[in-house]
């Protein structure tokens, strides 16, 4: 696959993406090499990425521990204090090998060491791959509050290798699997016909391609999410709420990032219904698909009380306004919706039927 190439960074593919690293590792005479991992990173990505790099450097490696209930700024400070013990200088850099928690963190965590140092992306789930390691969001969670402190700044490269997702269950790449979905809802309603039709996650290479040049259209044309990149963010006002409901609450089981942004997708589909002109069928084939690949996520009345008292932390949010991001139709996003409290609430009714 060709790479893809913006004016901060390139997206590099398969074995193109080890020649571009190789490359850049000869070219930047950096001091040190740091590497961040989970424990299953560690085990299953780290000793074939390892194998491919060419040429002698000084290597540590960083374990953290998985899971977004790790995503917190006490993880951070963790890394910073063993890269000072280590003596990571300006001229270090920071591989980030894993999922969307280790390079939301680690591009946070090199973004900020010493005033910012290099930082590349190694994806390792699909989440990551089409979603979390491209577009240059970096930072951590706040409590269970998703993704309230961090930057957006760009890393050096972000290599895309495909294999690493044979290291993957079924689950995480279904989660994954919703932000792809996403991409077709908000901009390309011929894509989005296209997934519904993915029974098999055997051959997903093209669609991760695609779905990385419809993000980084929009990341290119906004880079700062001042207007068009919201639309990135549809499904994602309830269903972050959902997500760090979950987070929080010791009666229910975590739910992974797309479970949640999947449910989240169905009731702001439903609110688009309402309020920006989504047509009737267009949200039962939206609810369709999501049921049919993800079921549904059981909301009792308390639970549904607290996700709604979520929803003032979102980072859209302005001026005591909740901002939403709802459909016109599949393929077209609207930004900056108002949506009256009786509203919600219908919506999870809906979801429920």
């Given at each position: 696959?060709?790479?893809?190439?913006?004016?901060?960074?390139?997206?590099?593919?398969?074995?193109?993406?080890?020649?571009?690293?190789?490359?850049?590792?000869?070219?930047?005479?950096?001091?040190?090499?740091?590497?961040?991992?989970?424990?299953?990173?560690?085990?299953?990505?780290?000793?074939?990425?390892?194998?491919?790099?060419?040429?002698?450097?000084?290597?540590?490696?960083?374990?953290?521990?998985?899971?977004?209930?790790?995503?917190?700024?006490?993880?951070?400070?963790?890394?910073?204090?063993?890269?000072?013990?280590?003596?990571?200088?300006?001229?270090?850099?920071?591989?980030?090998?894993?999922?969307?928690?280790?390079?939301?963190?680690?591009?946070?965590?090199?973004?900020?060491?010493?005033?910012?140092?290099?930082?590349?992306?190694?994806?390792?789930?699909?989440?990551?791959?089409?979603?979390?390691?491209?577009?240059?969001?970096?930072?951590?969670?706040?409590?269970?509050?998703?993704?309230?402190?961090?930057?957006?700044?760009?890393?050096?490269?972000?290599?895309?290798?495909?294999?690493?997702?044979?290291?993957?269950?079924?689950?995480?790449?279904?989660?994954g699997f919703a932000e792809m979905l996403k991409h077709g809802l908000i901009k390309?309603?011929?894509?989005?016909?296209?997934?519904?039709?993915?029974?098999?996650?055997?051959?997903?290479?093209?669609?991760?391609?695609?779905?990385?040049?419809?993000?980084?259209?929009?990341?290119?044309?906004?880079?700062?999410?001042?207007?068009?990149?919201?639309?990135?963010?549809?499904?994602?006002?309830?269903?972050?709420?959902?997500?760090?409901?979950?987070?929080?609450?010791?009666?229910?089981?975590?739910?992974?990032?797309?479970?949640?942004?999947?449910?989240?997708?169905?009731?702001?589909?439903?609110?688009?219904?309402?309020?920006?002109?989504?047509?009737?069928?267009?949200?039962?084939?939206?609810?369709?698909?999501?049921?049919?690949?993800?079921?549904?996520?059981?909301?009792?009345?308390?639970?549904?009380?607290?996700?709604?008292?979520?929803?003032?932390?979102?980072?859209?949010?302005?001026?005591?306004?909740?901002?939403?991001?709802?459909?016109?139709?599949?393929?077209?996003?609207?930004?900056?919706?108002?949506?009256?409290?009786?509203?919600?609430?219908?919506?999870?009714?809906?979801?429920?039927?």
């Amino acid at each position: 696959m060709k790479s893809i190439i913006t004016p901060s960074y390139a997206v590099h593919f398969n074995e193109t993406a080890y020649d571009a690293l190789n490359t850049h590792l000869a070219a930047a005479n950096y001091s040190k090499v740091f590497i961040l991992v989970d424990e299953n990173t560690h085990e299953y990505c780290l000793a074939p990425f390892m194998a491919q790099i060419q040429g002698e450097y000084v290597f540590e490696i960083i374990e953290i521990e998985s899971g977004e209930i790790n995503k917190n700024i006490h993880t951070c400070t963790q890394v910073w204090e063993v890269l000072s013990e280590l003596d990571a200088d300006r001229k270090s850099v920071l591989i980030n090998l894993g999922g969307g928690v280790v390079t939301d963190l680690g591009g946070f965590v090199a973004s900020s060491y010493k005033r910012g140092i290099d930082f590349i992306n190694v994806p390792t789930t699909l989440l990551a791959m089409v979603d979390a390691s491209v577009g240059g969001k970096t930072g951590v969670d706040l409590g269970s509050l998703k993704n309230q402190i961090g930057f957006i700044s760009q890393p050096k490269m972000v290599l895309v290798v495909p294999d690493f997702l044979g290291t993957l269950g079924e689950r995480q790449l279904t989660s994954g699997f919703a932000e792809m979905l996403k991409h077709g809802l908000i901009k390309d309603r011929n894509y989005w016909n296209q997934l519904k039709s993915v029974r098999s996650f055997d051959e997903l290479d093209a669609y991760i391609l695609d779905s990385i040049i419809i993000k980084n259209e929009v990341v290119q044309q906004d880079p700062t999410e001042q207007s068009l990149r919201k639309i990135l963010n549809f499904g994602h006002t309830l269903g972050h709420a959902i997500e760090s409901h979950f987070l929080e609450s010791k009666e229910h089981e975590l739910l992974l990032h797309g479970e949640a942004i999947a449910a989240g997708m169905v009731l702001e589909a439903w609110l688009s219904y309402r309020l920006t002109g989504l047509l009737a069928e267009e949200l039962e084939d939206i609810k369709a698909t999501f049921v049919e690949r993800y079921g549904k996520v059981s909301f009792p009345a308390q639970d549904i009380d607290a996700i709604l008292t979520l929803l003032k932390f979102d980072k859209k949010n302005s001026h005591g306004n909740i901002n939403f991001v709802l459909l016109q139709n599949i393929g077209e996003a609207q930004i900056d919706v108002q949506v009256p409290d009786d509203l919600l609430r219908e919506a999870f009714a809906y979801y429920s039927e």
